[in-house]
């Protein structure tokens, strides 16, 4: 059974980058979601408003879970050879 590492280390730089910058572009989303749960929760803690507080709390901890999970897939560094 291959694993997704060595077939992503084998892969050609380009599509390296490629799978990087989406990576990259989803953790910004999921970052920037979870600002704007802040903001709201913020906003409705004034108001003694629990249900919704509670309920960015669950969107952004499961926001969070996602990230840590997608970090796993970041390919390692490309290693260059330097040649004598």
Request: no cysteine.
């Amino acid at each position: 059974m291959s694993d997704f590492r060595a077939s992503q280390n084998k892969a050609h730089p380009n599509k390296t980058s490629t799978i990087m910058t989406g990576i990259i572009l989803l953790l910004i989303l999921f970052v920037s979601m979870q600002i704007w749960f802040l903001f709201g929760a913020l906003n409705n803690a004034l108001e003694e408003n629990l249900y919704f507080a509670l309920t960015t709390f669950i969107g952004s901890l499961l926001l969070a879970l996602a990230s840590f999970w997608l970090l796993r897939y970041l390919p390692d560094p490309i290693r260059t050879v330097w040649k004598k």
